[in-house]
């Protein structure tokens, strides 16, 4: 970058007291108390706050992106699939949002690959903190993004015309179920960002990954008129699940077939994934 | 328990294999606590990939090594308690402020939220950096970015610090900040494991240097004893009438018992003196020589006795000169990034060999 600023003149003036003032500094040995694994994690999650700050562009992904998504989907295929645009939306919008923000989820190994590369991470693994704090903090600021683009889908379709029947508590819990869902599926993408050697190695991973997941599901269509071999894989993709228990939150059921189903998914992601993303952290 | 006398660092045949380059190929090392320790090698030569062994960064594939006593396998936990590290890269977030990432460091380390700031504002001030303090790393130069990853490192005082080539890169006034630094930290008693490609840092700083290449110590000591192997030094001598070269050169032979070779430039001629004696021996040696030369009416218009330069000593160690970008190639390890680097280090070579 051009904009590296140049020690300045006052520079080696300033430097001349440093012996004295950095003995002082170092006299002390005293070490404070190791951090809690709460308190490391939100440590790091405060840092992906301040990177938030500090490079806003970064929310396009959460904002624009799914606005883009909704528009897109709600009037290429509502008046095709259900009439009008606006009673198509009554079905697609919790789908949506649970898409976009599915998607969303790859940044977060694109992320812990580009800091692998910067060497922050190298400085990270040498800290006496509770091992997964790193990674818990990748995804707590990332729990943070999803929230954003859950609110922002939702204030784009009551805008265009979404009435859900579940009321603010309803619409509330199915985004918590969202975001908690996320969090644990995130794992699968610090995995990748550990073990694939650039950041466009995981974004190409990602989309083979997520793309099937997201439309071979109840998102955009109903899955009665797909194949029946389709039909199989619908009925065992989590995010279907997800979808389905979403939907009928925000429709004001409490599904609980599809809610247990979205819960142990969930479990069993962060526990696999969890567990393989520590193992390559740890033996790196 | 461990060990109060266990030295910093001591390793047993530790290797590091990557595919079927053994980037570390059986390191035997014992750093002293309380002072710099320096480990010097090209590129390629195994130095990263030992250090990142010792900070618990990567898992030795064969051997031991042991930091204050504490296994690095083992007993992890505990190592990273002890030690920091700075990397060859800045070891900081870029988008992040200096003063963000060493508070967020800092409360890494423990410190409550205002502690950790106030911590890391004292030591940005320190280090001469409070003007950069609210601006994004990226924007630092070089010698700020170093000079903020040592003070990430510094948060709790560690007992033992190691700097990963910390000038690679640096202009002379950078590294020479740089230099006072480390300097300064080593005298409050902590120790320093400092890895380099530049001889005459290794020279400058450390108290014993251990010469790597290849995955291997080839010669460990003093920076003294490293060049007595190597003999005493030169005597360079410039004569004031070109015609005079042969007859100097004679009776320098003669008086020094040396080699004499006739420099590029037609009045200069340098003598190594290849024993073993100590400076003392070496400077009164010089300078009966000059007094013969007085004698025989071979005007001497400069004369210098030059201390022989780690150059030398790796010259005579591995039998060819520290070409980093030579043996860069042959690296898989995280020691073969460096190539960027090696035409700084050329740089900083040759005038490391002038001073």
Redesign the interface.
Known sequence: ?S?????NA???A??RP??D???E?????E?????SAL??SL??G??AM??IK??PEQLFDVTLFPIIMTLMFTYLFGGALAGSPTEYLQYLLPGIMVMSVIMTTMYTGVSVNT?IQ???F????????WRPSPMVGYLLGDALRYTVASVVILIVGLIMGFRPEGGPLGVLAGIALLVAFSFSFSWIWTMFGLLLRSDKSVMGVSMMVLFPMTFLSNILVQPDTMPGWLQGFVEVNPVAHLVAAVRDLMAGHVNAAELTWTVVAGAVLMLVFGSLTMRIYN?? | MTDPHAPAVETNGLVKIYGDNRAVDGVDMTVPKGAVYGVLGPNGAGKTTTVKMLATLLRPDGGTAHVFGHDVRTEAAAVRRRVAMTGQYASLDEDLTGLENLTLLGRLTGYHKRDARARGEQLLTAFGLEEAADRQVKKYSGGMRRRADIAASLLNVPDLLFLDEPTTGLDPRSRNQVWEIIRTIVATGTTVLLTTQYLEEADQLANRIAVIDHGKVIAEGTPGELKSSVGAGAVHVRLRDTGQREEARRLLAASLGADVELDADPVALTARISTTADDRAAAERASAALGELARAGVVVDDFSLGRPSLDEVFLALTGEKPAPDATAGDAGGPDAQDTTKATAGVAAVTEGTRA
């Open positions: 970058m904009t590296a600023t140049t020690d006052t520079d080696g300033q430097l440093v012996a003032n950095l003995s500094l170092l006299v002390s040995r070490q404070p108390p190791r951090p308190s490391a440590t790091f405060w840092r301040l990177k500090h490079v800091d910067k060497g922050v190298d400085r990270f693994r040498t800290m006496p903190v033996r790196k």
